[in-house]
């Protein structure tokens, strides 16, 4: 059931991607509401995959303690992905550098803490959901 997984976190993480830029143009005067993300993105979302088994290990702790990890564990990855990404094709299209001096080489925002704390929850919710569908099926087989 990975590869099923990984296509439903890749599309998940596009429609909130453009829903959070869409809300950000409004904040900027742009009553269009106009979203945006990049195919990269997909792949990277779909990559939640592998911290499923993350969240097996941490469910019994405290969601300021679960929040906490997935805050580091998504700084991780988009700082990975966005530094494999320059290498491989010379930019991190997501480059904050011009947006905030709470950046480290503009791969990572720090203010965005709060919403990546908030996104990992919400993973939760989708991963048990997943489960929940995956044992349903499995049982009417």
């Not at 011009?98 to 919710?125: C, H, Q, V």
Request: contains cysteine; aromatic residues 18%.
């Amino acid at each position: 059931m990975m590869i099923p997984h990984y296509f439903i976190y890749g599309a998940v993480g596009l429609l909130i991607e453009i829903f959070w830029t869409g809300m950000g143009s409004l904040l900027s005067g742009n009553f269009a509401l106009t979203g945006h993300t990049y195919l990269w993105m997909f792949f990277i979302y779909g990559l939640a995959v592998f911290l499923e088994p993350i969240h097996d290990l941490i469910r019994s702790k405290s969601m300021l303690i679960r929040g906490l990890i997935w805050v580091t564990l998504i700084y991780a990855i988009e700082f990975s992905t966005g530094l494999f990404l320059k290498l491989l094709i010379g930019y991190c299209p997501w480059d904050y550098s011009n947006a905030t001096s709470l950046t480290i080489w503009g791969l990572i925002r720090f203010d965005y803490a709060p919403a990546w704390f908030i996104a990992g929850i919400m993973f939760e919710k989708l991963h048990d959901k997943l489960d929940q569908i995956k044992i349903t099926y499995l049982t009417n087989k």
